[in-house]
């Protein structure tokens, strides 16, 4: 009798669990803003504006963003000359990972300044470690969160996000949180591999098209000023504050 009063006790929790969690995703599809639907592996079952979200590449994947090989592959260089950064400048690196665009950046603002922004700690501590063995000063590692990236209103000119955008899990209030971040005058970088393009070796799921970033970029209030087109397999499209957005 006691074993099947434990097991009703058990079945009873896993009901409130799947109650609440329905409850929750009911909430979210109701506003319009989230669909949730189970439809690639690699992704998490949420849905925003026509699109399945990726999962995040967790920090066990830190060798693969410092590969050799990368440069090669997504031309770096290339990519650090489109931010056009000035020696003052204030840039925010959102989903720095190791810091590998993070120390090119800092490099190129000796008198300005580089916030690299992550929501795992494993990833910062790495970050800090390359800063205490000497590297570059001038940048300061902030854990984000999944709908903020904590930095104060109107403090960066410039923004990038590399291949991380489509793995956001809360893409409008994520956007919302790096747009308030956003100097008047200031450019948003958007790096990510081109779902147009069949040949670019990455799984579908984490490429974007051009249409799609310009949607999800319009719903937030900012336009596109232009794609570079310029990286092997990445779109490197900029953004700035639509000033007739309502």
Same mark, same amino acid.
């Given at each position: ?29 109701? &506003?319009? $803003?989230?669909?949730?639907?189970? /439809?690639? #592996? ?7 504006? %026509?699109? =399945? ?71 910062? &501590?790495? $970050?800090?470690?390359?800063?205490? /063995?000497? #590297? ?7 854990? %984000?969160? =999944? ?100």
């Amino acid at each position: 009798m006691k074993y099947h009063l434990k097991v009703i006790k058990f079945l009873t929790l896993i009901c409130i669990i799947i109650l609440f969690n329905s409850c929750g995703s009911q909430t979210s599809e109701t &506003s319009g $803003i989230y669909t949730y639907q189970i /439809k690639d #592996y690699n992704g998490i079952g949420k849905w925003y504006m %026509g699109r =399945e979200i990726a999962s995040v590449m967790g920090f066990e994947g830190m060798e693969w963003l410092e590969r050799p090989e990368r440069e090669s592959e997504e031309n770096v260089s290339t990519l650090i000359k489109n931010l056009n950064i000035d020696s003052k400048d204030i840039v925010a690196d959102i989903g720095a990972g190791s810091g590998y665009h993070t120390f090119r950046m800092a490099l190129k603002a000796p008198k300005g300044f580089i916030y690299a922004i992550d929501i795992q700690e494993e990833m910062l &501590s790495e $970050i800090s470690s390359k800063i205490n /063995k000497g #590297y570059l000063k001038n940048i300061a590692p902030i854990l %984000g969160t =999944e709908t903020n990236i904590n930095l104060a209103e109107n403090s960066v000119d410039k923004i990038l996000l590399v291949d991380v955008y489509h793995e956001f899990k809360y893409p409008y209030e994520m956007m919302e949180s790096i747009k308030k971040a956003l100097r008047p005058n200031g450019k948003i970088f958007i790096v990510e591999y081109r779902a147009e393009d069949p040949s670019v070796p990455i799984k579908k799921i984490h490429k974007m098209t051009e249409k799609q970033v310009v949607k999800e970029m319009k719903a937030i209030g900012l336009k596109l000023e232009v794609n570079m087109e310029n990286l092997p397999w990445q779109h490197c499209l900029i953004f700035k504050i639509d000033e007739n957005f309502k």
